[in-house]
């Protein structure tokens, strides 16, 4: 099992930015995809970015020139660049590791004001 811890969450004023940090630790080995998703209130939980452990990435549309995901693998973290914040990037996001299982992390609070 790998543990998944996010940090760097928080309240933003529109068109600001945050970085979200998600440090994995247990069985990190044989991680090969590693994924942001995030949900917000009284909506379905959507898939953000994923990044490969070769640093190929995908992002949803509505986050494509703003977001930008990373991965340290020497540290087992994975990071989400957040710029040019919008009030509709308000959600829980998490952090996902895809191995032969997948692995959730508890979440952290994004809150961008208008």
């Known amino acids: 099992q790998v543990q998944l811890v996010e940090s760097g969450g928080g309240l933003v004023q529109a068109g600001g930015s945050l970085r979200l940090s998600c440090a994995a630790s247990?069985?990190?080995?044989?991680?090969?995809?590693m994924a942001w998703y995030r949900q917000a209130p009284g909506k379905q939980r959507e898939l953000v970015a994923t990044?490969?452990?070769?640093?190929?990435?995908n992002y949803a549309d509505s986050v494509k020139g703003r977001f930008t995901i990373s991965r340290d693998n020497a540290k087992n973290t994975m990071y989400l660049q957040m710029n040019s914040l919008k009030p509709e990037d308000t959600a829980v996001y998490y952090c996902?590791?895809?191995?032969?299982?997948?692995?959730w992390g508890q979440g952290t609070q994004v809150t961008v004001s208008s």
């Open positions: 247990g069985s990190a080995f044989g991680v090969n995809v």
């Open positions: 990044i490969t452990s070769g640093g190929t990435t």
């Open positions: 996902v590791a895809f191995s032969h299982r997948t692995d």
